[in-house]
């Protein structure tokens, strides 16, 4: 069984920065893949960034571009997602989650574990 708590959201103003983390526990060995998901009212669940502990390859949504950096912490079995310049439509419900086997990124369908999520409100 894999934990995954996330931590770091709160209410803040459009061009404030917020940073999330997700800190990863109870498996032996390390997932292939690590990935923020975003999900608003009335949305279907949505890629947001992804990065590889082996390498350390990221991918982003081109909304999130220059604003958005995901970064790992090998030794704590954590990662971040620095978000900068924020922005109301970045409102949403962060999840954090993790994927054991190479697969399709940006589907959530192919995630093995998910964290519970952490709330972002930008407000104009």
């Known amino acids: 069984q894999v934990q995954l708590v996330e931590s770091g959201g709160g209410l803040v103003q459009a061009g404030a920065s917020l940073r999330l983390s997700c800190a990863a526990s109870?498996?032996?060995?390390?997932?292939?893949?690590m990935a923020w998901f975003r999900q608003a009212p009335g949305k279907e669940r949505e890629f947001v960034a992804d990065?590889?502990?082996?390498?350390?390859?990221?991918h982003y949504v081109d909304s999130v571009k220059d604003r958005f950096t995901i970064s790992s912490d090998n030794a704590k079995n954590t990662i971040y997602l620095q978000m900068n310049s924020l922005k109301p439509e970045d409102t949403a419900v962060y999840f954090c989650?993790?994927?054991?086997?190479?697969?399709?990124?940006?589907?959530?369908?192919?995630?093995?574990?998910w964290g519970q999520g952490t709330q972002v409100t930008v407000s104009s």
């Open positions: 990065i590889r502990w082996s390498g350390g390859s990221t």
């Open positions: 989650a993790a994927q054991y086997f190479a697969g399709d990124y940006k589907s959530p369908h192919r995630y093995d574990y």
């Open positions: 109870g498996r032996t060995f390390r997932s292939y893949n």
